[in-house]
Structures are given as structure tokens and as C-alpha cells.
DNA sequence: CGATCCATTGAAGCCACTCAAGCCCGGTGG
DNA sequence: CCACCGGGCTTGAGTGGCTTCAATGGATCG
């Protein structure tokens, strides 16, 4: 990642930035905000599809925040597979898997094209001296990335397919409302449907048919680029 | 959980406690460990076998540690099955889960005789105030856990069942070995084979034939209550 | 010493993978 | 403009690994 070739001037205020909301919450007001984002804070972009932000084992030096667009964190496996280890949206925290040993763990990918922002743990440092009660506000989201993690984990243990990828678009649509803010029912995937295989640890194939079923069973509409979402994933004990 | 039930006296020191550590890399001398463990710090126990520690959905108030014995957590998903979602060995933090909603996403239950170490959230935030290097500390350690539980992700995708196992009885052996802080290829298994499957989201019959695989082609030794590693996981591949 | 849980082994069925082919669509170049 | 190409998506048949069902042996505990 190469701040100097990359950065480009931040025209409008990261609304659902998660760096934001920490400063909201540790009681910055407005001004501070604003100097403390343009002070402390880099916006890298655009990526392209397909392009790498790092790669695992590369030094992890600071917090990221998607501005805009989507990213996925991928790894090999020992037998040369590859797995997508998660998704995520505008102003969702990635890369936390770097914070320990202070370097990456997975390769980060920009699924469309995506902004980041960047926060380097020296800044946050200093930020934090000013600012106590940042620390707490990461401490807590962090906790909220195990706890997704773990749910995350579970749905991967359904037995059926259909029912680990009916768990995943729900758990895409409520991120995406979370941030919209508003009721909606529809999933533009910016992801290709195998890189929801290699999220799911499925093939395409396995994939496609699962979709056919759940659409089959009127769970989901299924288009091209985009995934209407018609029963709730309550439901999900009647898909046979 | 209800400590004046179950309140014993501190015999000895937390030597491998997470908190300790937290402690001495905060620049705390060991007088002030020792009285920041005993004035912040609550040990309870014992926990027999099969006792719930908490149960998922309950109330968050603090940070756990294994003092002694182990820990697994649990969920059940929505069909009925049980899924262990984690193992939690001497020294190690658990209920993580729990901090950002405050509280737990998943039951806590003792595997063997088992005390833990609790540190409420309460004192947690009056002893940072004392210390601040303390809760960059707990950042780090949230950001191992995260880490953790990418890699463990990514195993979880293996394709073959052996491979799963082996890899898990690897992570199990390093954890073991880190706390012990020598060389040893000897699995102690405080967890039954069943627990384990339903870590792996595989059947105790799956298991079982794994591990005879496994036996068989010289990776481990199995017996009933110990695991022997013969091969570095990193011959995984030779694996047929 | 019976009861219970765990572990192991065998036989049959099912789900997802593999291999293969065809379709759709966007991009490229003649 | 159109032919060509390539990647992603879909559908079909056959294989393989894990599950299910069933039965037995062994260990622990009241």
C-alpha cells in the first residue's frame, strides 16, 4: 500500500465511518471531529477489482475503515485452495487480524472499486492520550468482530448448503441496513457468486444450485448482480 | 455465576494468567501485580464437568480467564445441533464475545474441574485509569483472538476430515506447549471425542475413523485419553 | 453391579464435489 | 459492426466422503 501514488483529497465526510462513530462516542464534538479525521486519518483509492490493498505476513501498521466499496480477505490453504475469510462494507473495520503480531494474516482484495481509510497506530496513539475513551470504543468493537466471528462460525456448521448460504445473505442484509439505515430487502452483490463459494467453502456449482432451490422454495430472488431476500431467515427451519 | 457461592482463596499465583501478563507489560512491579490481582481480580471455582459457567444470552460484566482446568463454549443452531465454538485452556481468555453488547453470544461450560479468574469490566476501567498501557494490551490480545479465529476459519475449510482434525490436535499441542513453555508431543485431552466432533462439525464416528486414519498413516498415537503427535502438521499434505 | 456415557466398527444413503458441456455477457480487435 | 474471446454462471451425470442407523465393547460412577 503506497499512501504517496494513491492518496486522493477526501471530498465528503466518512457518514458511516466507523472512525467516526469512535469520535462521536468518546465525545468529540463536530470540530474536533473533523480536524482530528484530517489530521490523523489517510484516504487510499481508488482500487480496482481484483487489486490487492496487502498481503498476508505483510507489517500491519494501522486500523482500516472501507470509504467506499467492498473488500474481501482471502487466504490459501495448505493444499492450495483459496478462502475467502470474510466481506466487508462501506465503514466496516478490517485487517484487525494484524493488530497482534502487527502483521497480516489474510491478503486484503478490493472486490469493486473501493476507498479506504487509514489510521496508523501511532496516530491512534496519540489520538488516545487526548482521548481516553477511544480505546474503549475499539476495545469494543473489536469485541464485536469476535462475537460476529462466532456466530459466523456456527452458520458455517449448518449441514445443508442452502442453509449457510441463506444465513450469509441475511447476514449481508443486515449489514447493509444497519448502514442504510432503512428497511429493504434487496442485496446488490459486489461480490461474483464464486467468491461467495470460496466465502462458504463451496464450489460455484454447489452454489448455483443451492440459489435455485432457495428461490425454488420462494426464500430469495435470484438475478445477476443483484438478491431479493422475500421470507425472513427465521424461516429457515422449513427449507427442505 | 455467583461468586459468594463459590468464592475460594487465591492459593497461588496466576502464573500464566493473561491478566498477569497484562499486568508486567504495563509496567506494573510485582507488588503492585499482586495487589491489583487481589483487590480487582476474582477467582471462582471449582466448576465440575458439564457445569454451565454462564449461559448465552445472560448478562456481561466482566473478563474471564482460565485459571486452572478447561473451557468450552457452545451454541446451538437453529436445527438443534450443539456446536462447540471454542476450547479454552489454562491462562487463556474467554467470553470475549460478550464485551460489545455486553452480553454473551455463546454458553461457557467447565469440560473438566475448572476455576476461573474474573475481572469486571468495573475494575478493569479504574485500574486503565491507574495504568493506561493496560487497555492497549487488551487491544492486542482481542486482536489475537481475532486472528485466531481467522486461521481456525481456514481450517475449518479443509476439505477432508483428517485434515481438519490434525489441524486442530496441532493448534491444541502448540497452545499446550506455549503455556508450558517446552517441547512436547503429548496431548493431554481433557475434552471428550465428542466434544471435539462438534467442534469440527463432524459426527463422533467421523472422528473416530479419522483419528484411526491418522493413527495409521503415522501422524499420532491414540489412545483413550492422550494424543501423541509423531509428524509436524506441515507434513499434512503428504496425507492420503 | 447395573446404568450411562463414550468410543469404535460396519453397512447403506445422501449431499457436495468433480468433470464436462453449454449459455450469457462484457471486452477486444479486426 | 461483428466475430472472437474469456470469465462467470448454470445444468447434467457419476464419484466419494461423511452421515445415519445399528450394534458392540469399555470405562466411570452412584
Redesign the interface.
Given at each position: 500500500m503506497n499512501p504517496k501514488l494513491r492518496l486522493v483529497k477526501q471530498r465528503h465526510r466518512c457518514e458511516h465511518c466507523l472512525f467516526r462513530r469512535f469520535f462521536l462516542s468518546a465525545g468529540l464534538n463536530c470540530d474536533e471531529i473533523d480536524q482530528a479525521g484530517q489530521t490523523t486519518t489517510t484516504n487510499i483509492g481508488p482500487y480496482r477489482p481484483g487489486e490487492y490493498l496487502y498481503h498476508a505476513g505483510e507489517q500491519c501498521n494501522a486500523l482500516y475503515v472501507v470509504h467506499a466499496g467492498t473488500v474481501k480477505?482471502e487466504?490459501v490453504?495448505?493444499?492450495g485452495?483459496l478462502?475467502v475469510?470474510g466481506f466487508y462494507l462501506t465503514g466496516e473495520l478490517f485487517g484487525?487480524?494484524?493488530?497482534?503480531?502487527r502483521n497480516f494474516?489474510?491478503d486484503a482484495v478490493a472486490v469493486e472499486n473501493t476507498w479506504v481509510c487509514e489510521l496508523t497506530f501511532d496516530n491512534w496513539?496519540k489520538l488516545?492520550?487526548d482521548y481516553?475513551g477511544l480505546?474503549?470504543q475499539?476495545?469494543?468493537?473489536?469485541?464485536?468482530?469476535?462475537?460476529h466471528?462466532?456466530?459466523?462460525?456456527?452458520?458455517?456448521?449448518?449441514?445443508l448448503l442452502e442453509?449457510r448460504l441463506m444465513s450469509f445473505l441475511s447476514d449481508l442484509l443486515n449489514r447493509i441496513k444497519e448502514r442504510q439505515g432503512q428497511q429493504s430487502n434487496e442485496i446488490e452483490l459486489a461480490m461474483t457468486k464464486t467468491d461467495i463459494a470460496r466465502y462458504l467453502?463451496a464450489t460455484p456449482e454447489s452454489i448455483s444450485r443451492a440459489l435455485s432451490k432457495l428461490e425454488k422454495s420462494g426464500y430469495i430472488k435470484n438475478t445477476k448482480r443483484k438478491i431479493y431476500i422475500l421470507k425472513d431467515q427465521s424461516c429457515?427451519?422449513a427449507v427442505i
Open positions: 480477505t487466504m490453504t495448505f493444499d485452495d478462502h475469510s484487525a487480524d494484524g493488530i497482534n503480531k494474516v489474510a496513539e488516545a492520550m481516553p480505546q474503549g475499539l476495545i469494543s468493537e473489536l469485541g464485536r468482530v469476535i462475537a466471528k462466532e456466530l459466523e462460525a456456527l452458520s458455517n456448521h449448518y449441514h442453509h467453502g429457515l427451519d
